[in-house]
């Protein structure tokens, strides 16, 4: 499987500014993802980043909060915009495999907002 | 859309016991079941999948159990040791898609 790297891997920032997380895979894939992972909590899909065109957000996520950029089939980033004390979470990149279904998981972005 | 429950949201064993965490799912036409752990500060990593053309498959000391009618399946874990404690999820894919659904995972707690 592809290996997976996210830089940062863990951030503290202040209430109002953004964070930009990156996602790089050492080979070309199709599809990538970005998920948020609160505190005990399972995992939610935020958008499925789309290669050359915008990405596909879910239900309660949107492009101002958590612009996405994929400028090639080995490379995303993650935007959280004006941060608050509710955006801390883990944050973290995964690629989906071609056959459907299984998701392979970066090591995550762990944010603490103040 | 698929909506996934998994059970129980804790379990704590003796180092030795078997574990068993059960998911349902709700959309028939999911056919794709990963389960994935969790370890404390890791990410989340697969260790076991099944599809629906299959009952029952194994790994060493894990296995996986799908009933299609019921909507169900299981992961079972024998022989547990202190290694195995982690968060364990389950979810559920439809044909076609790349998207799995999670289960809210399940806190496996082995005491030596």
């Known amino acids: 499987s592809a290996v997976i790297s996210q830089k940062p891997s863990r951030d503290i920032c202040q209430r109002g500014t953004s964070l930009t997380i990156q996602c790089q895979v050492d080979?070309?894939?199709?599809?990538m993802f970005w998920y948020r992972q609160q505190p005990g909590q399972s995992l939610t899909l935020i958008a499925t980043a789309n290669q050359g065109s915008e990405a596909t957000y879910e239900s309660g996520f949107v492009i101002d909060k958590f612009p996405i950029s994929r400028p090639n089939l080995t490379f995303s980033t993650l935007t959280v915009s004006n941060m608050s004390p509710e955006d801390s979470s883990i944050y973290l990149c995964?690629?989906?495999?071609?056959?459907?279904?299984?998701?392979?998981f970066g090591p995550g972005t762990r944010l603490l907002v103040l | 859309g698929e909506n996934v429950e998994q059970h129980p949201s804790t379990l704590s064993v003796q180092e030795g016991d078997s574990a068993v965490i059960k998911c349902t799912y709700s959309d028939s036409a999911s056919n794709y079941f990963p389960w994935y752990k969790q370890e404390l500060g890791k990410r989340p990593q697969l260790i076991i999948d099944i599809r629906s053309n299959v009952g029952e498959k194994k790994d060493q000391r894990i296995a996986v159990t799908l009933n299609k009618t019921a909507k169900h399946f299981s992961l079972h874990i024998t022989e547990t040791q202190p290694e195995d404690s982690a968060v364990y999820f389950c979810?559920?894919?439809?044909?076609?898609?790349?998207?799995?659904?999670f289960g809210r995972g399940t806190s496996l707690i082995v005491h030596p």
């Open positions: 080979s070309q894939v199709t599809m």
């Open positions: 979810a559920a894919c439809r044909g076609g898609s790349y998207i799995p659904t």
């Open positions: 995964s690629v989906g495999a071609d056959t459907g279904g299984t998701q392979y």
